[in-house]
């Protein structure tokens, strides 16, 4: 039996690692751990091309989710658009988040928002909440169930301290989740 869950568990690292790798041949940028539960998304690369949420913002964030209970490891990012800055096609888009499968999904900036937008726009039409409906800054819906917060505007909001305390307002409306059993 041990044996079965090993394989299972195998088949399935490699089914990621291939989707993973095929994405960034098609120009996605990603981060961080494929099989964690949260995936952060910001629309700009990093100023010196380096790995998306390297920076400032990236360490902020990872340090907002460990004050919050995740495992320091349990985070993915990507990018809403390519190396060059254009936006990801609407598809290219959702196969990233479907192959990354998070349970939450932080929105971090009003481009990644945006094609969020884009993607989920039937989905968010069916909402009754309109600030959920238009993934307002700061409102918590679940789409296609991952739980998705636009935090709008994160890497601008550090030099100030109020923006600071709005953001971390919103990040502890996503306390972890408990196991699924």
């Known amino acids: 039996m041990a044996r079965d869950r090993a394989g299972t568990r195998e088949a399935y690292a490699a089914k990621t690692r291939t989707e993973i790798a095929s994405l960034a041949e098609r120009g996605v940028l990603f981060a961080g751990n494929a099989f964690s539960s949260v995936t952060l998304v910001k629309g700009e690369p990093e100023a010196d091309g380096a790995a998306p949420f390297s920076g400032p913002d990236g360490r902020a ?5 460990m004050a919050l209970g995740y495992a320091p490891e349990d985070w993915s990012a990507l990018l809403s658009c390519d190396a060059d800055g254009s936006p990801l ?3 290219l888009f959702l196969t990233a988040i479907m192959a990354l499968d998070p349970a939450t999904l932080i929105l971090c900036d009003e481009a990644a928002a945006d094609l969020a937008r884009n993607v989920f726009a039937e989905d ?3 909402l009754a909440d309109f600030d959920a409906a238009m993934l307002a ?3 918590l819906t679940v789409v296609r169930g991952i739980r998705t917060l636009n935090l709008g505007g994160f890497a601008a909001a550090l030099g ?3 923006e600071k305390q709005i953001m971390w307002r919103r990040l502890k409306t996503l306390p972890p989740l408990g196991e699924p059993y």
């Open 137 to 139: 800054p700061g409102a």
């Open 89 to 91: 096609a609407d598809d």
């Open 160 to 162: 100030d301290n109020r």
């Open 124 to 126: 968010l039409a069916r």
């Open 61 to 65: 964030l990872r340090d907002a989710l």
